[in-house]
């Protein structure tokens, strides 16, 4: 057996050096290749940790060959060997479901709204991309949002089949090319579809959802009515339609105003109008232009509410509906203040109300009556009613039903089809009409206040079931349904209590169960 090397006295030994040698030597190989995934580099410092790591522990080989031969060869190397060989399998088991994963991916989400996952509306509009879509992200290293954006197209790509496919440049890195593709600012999105180009700033959702919404379809414009005490669309108060503005320019619409007494004719490039909230009446010129835009195949959507001054049986005449004046009363459905304030849950068998969960509310709404057998080449579908307990009061003094006002189910909401060879709709809701082009469609809502700002704050369904109205009326009905719910913040509150019981299990609690535990694993084996 080889003999320890002492000094003068006996008072040195290299075996005293030997294990601070080999625990430098392991402590700066593990530091060496710390630095390096830190650095993602192997330069020259994880280098100079490495050599001085295995250096050490060379020496600690050399002062003792035969005890570290005898270590690594006896009963203890062979249970630290079963160890180790454990301790691989364990990694190599885990990388390999990691390879799985990344090629086999699947999530869950278990947020109550889903935020982690593609709604509904983004699914069908992925799924319907006409063309290839290339996203080209031009954002910087440090960029925060990339990650999560990169989750996000990733999403995309998948549900597309493969139609969206993205990559990211950093324009700090890669000045020219940014130049090259026209970008003036950090952070720019460009989808690009065929020849078409939309940019965006924004990474969420709905950022991307506007932008494959804005390439596949071109922009149309709206007219509202003006002139007859309609509500502000660029007005911010409760009753004004700012909201609602601002949502269909998301939705790739523009929205400009109309006024027919200066203009005398619907312009030509009108994809519908909208008539929202008038208090008094339209003149008889007026009038006159809305039939002849109509009767000539043109899209029309109406909210009247039932203190309105304003006639337009003329205009619906035609089509056998018309708005009944009074105020539909539900005790059933209805928010529990005020039972004029109708809650709808469930909604007829349309394309606008198709795929539609949300609740809607009808504030002060007037009933709208329609025909059970409708002209031929007519359409005619309630897409929401009020509960059979409901009632149309017609006594203006108080809430009290009358011997002869209209008893529930009334229709909130009624559209009409004047291009459908289905002359049986309102009485069988599952019949599938044959459009015509270029025929009139129609969408009457008995309440003005339903895209309100103040109802679309509390409602969002409100917003979805009137733009589905808008994108069925231009006859994009592949477009309905396409928008995505914003996210609600959900913020947990604790009491004094529950956050005192969460700080002291941190420091205390714990700590003190590993303690007990160990002391009572003492005790049984002392």
């Known amino acids: 057996m080889a003999t320890t090397p002492r000094g003068p006295g006996g008072g040195f030994s290299f075996e005293t050096i030997r294990f601070p040698l080999a625990a430098l030597g392991i402590f700066g190989i593990l530091a060496g290749l710390g630095v390096w995934l830190v650095q993602s580099e192997f330069g020259l410092v994880p280098r100079i940790l490495i050599a001085a790591g295995v250096l050490l522990l060379g020496i600690y080989v050399a002062l003792d060959p035969e005890d570290v031969w005898t270590k690594i060869t006896g009963r203890g190397a062979l249970y630290s060997g079963n160890t180790v060989a454990i301790a691989l399998a364990a990694v190599v088991i885990l990388a390999l479901v990691n390879v799985l994963g990344s090629r086999y991916q699947q999530k869950l989400d278990l947020t109550a709204n889903k935020q982690f996952t593609l709604s509904d509306q983004s699914l069908q509009l992925a799924q319907a991309l006409p063309q290839p879509v290339h996203v080209t992200?031009?954002?910087?290293?440090?960029?925060?949002?990339?990650?999560?954006?990169?989750?996000?197209?990733?999403?995309?790509?998948?549900?597309?089949?493969?139609?969206?496919?993205?990559?990211f440049n950093d324009p700090e890195a890669h000045p020219a090319d940014a130049v090259a593709a026209g970008i003036t600012a950090t952070g720019t999105i460009v989808y690009q579809m065929g020849d078409k180009k939309q940019t965006s700033t924004g990474t969420t959702e709905k950022d991307v959802d506007t932008a494959l919404v804005k390439l596949e379809r071109p922009q149309k414009t709206l007219y509202f009515t003006t002139g007859h005490g309609e509500r502000s669309l660029d007005g911010s108060g409760p009753q004004d339609y700012g909201t609602i503005k601002q949502n269909l320019t998301?939705?790739?619409?523009?929205?400009?105003?109309?006024?027919?007494?200066?203009?005398?004719?619907?312009?030509?490039?009108?994809?519908?109008?909208?008539?929202?909230?008038?208090?008094?009446?339209?003149?008889?010129?007026?009038?006159?232009?809305?039939?002849?835009?109509?009767?000539?195949?043109?899209?029309?959507?109406i909210l009247l509410g039932p203190s309105?001054?304003?006639?337009?049986?003329?205009?619906?005449?035609?089509?056998q509906v018309g708005f009944s004046g009074n105020v539909v009363v539900d005790p059933a459905k209805s928010v529990?203040?005020?039972?004029?304030?109708?809650?709808?849950?469930?909604?007829?068998?349309?394309?606008?109300?198709?795929?539609?969960?949300?609740?809607?509310?009808?504030?002060?709404?007037?009933?709208?009556?329609?025909?059970?057998?409708?002209?031929?080449?007519?359409?005619?579908?309630?897409?929401a009613q009020s509960s059979p307990s409901s009632w149309g009061n017609t006594n203006t003094q108080q809430i009290q039903q009358g011997p002869n006002d209209p008893k529930g189910p009334l229709a909130l909401a009624v559209a009409i089809d004047a291009g459908s060879s289905s002359s049986n709709q309102?009485?069988?809701?599952?019949?599938?009409?044959?459009?015509?082009?270029?025929?009139?469609?129609?969408?009457?809502?008995?309440?003005?206040?339903?895209?309100?700002?103040?109802?679309?704050?509390?409602?969002?369904?409100?917003?979805?079931?009137?733009?589905?109205?808008?994108?069925?009326?231009?006859?994009?009905?592949?477009?309905?349904?396409?928008?995505?719910?914003?996210?609600?913040?959900?913020?947990?509150?604790?009491?004094?209590?529950?956050?005192?019981?969460?700080?002291?299990?941190?420091?205390?609690?714990?700590?003190?169960?590993?303690?007990?535990?160990?002391?009572?694993?003492?005790?049984?084996r002392r």
């Open 336 to 383: 529990p203040q005020d039972p004029r304030v109708v809650v709808v849950d469930s909604y007829g068998t349309q394309a606008i109300t198709q795929d539609l969960r949300d609740l809607t509310f009808f504030p002060l709404t007037t009933s709208i009556t329609y025909p059970t057998a409708p002209p031929a080449g007519l359409t005619i579908t309630p897409l």
């Open 308 to 319: 309105s001054k304003t006639d337009l049986s003329s205009i619906l005449q035609n089509y």
């Open 426 to 524: 309102s009485t069988l809701p599952g019949a599938t009409p044959t459009p015509t082009p270029n025929a009139a469609r129609l969408v009457l809502f008995g309440s003005p206040d339903l895209i309100s700002n103040n109802s679309l704050q509390q409602v969002p369904g409100n917003s979805t079931l009137f733009e589905n109205a808008v994108n069925w009326v231009v006859a994009e009905d592949n477009l309905i349904n396409v928008r995505v719910p914003d996210t609600t913040p959900r913020t947990l509150v604790l009491t004094s209590s529950q956050m005192n019981l969460i700080a002291y299990s941190s420091f205390l609690f714990l700590p003190l169960a590993v303690l007990a535990a160990g002391a009572a694993v003492w005790w049984t």
């Open 250 to 301: 998301t939705d790739n619409f523009t929205v400009n105003p109309l006024n027919l007494v200066t203009q005398r004719a619907v312009p030509d490039d009108a994809a519908a109008v909208v008539i929202a909230g008038p208090t008094n009446a339209f003149l008889q010129e007026e009038l006159d232009a809305l039939k002849a835009y109509v009767d000539g195949g043109g899209k029309l959507i």
């Open 137 to 167: 992200g031009w954002l910087t290293a440090n960029d925060s949002r990339k990650q999560d954006f990169q989750t996000l197209l990733q999403d995309y790509q998948s549900k597309s089949g493969g139609k969206l496919t993205f990559d």
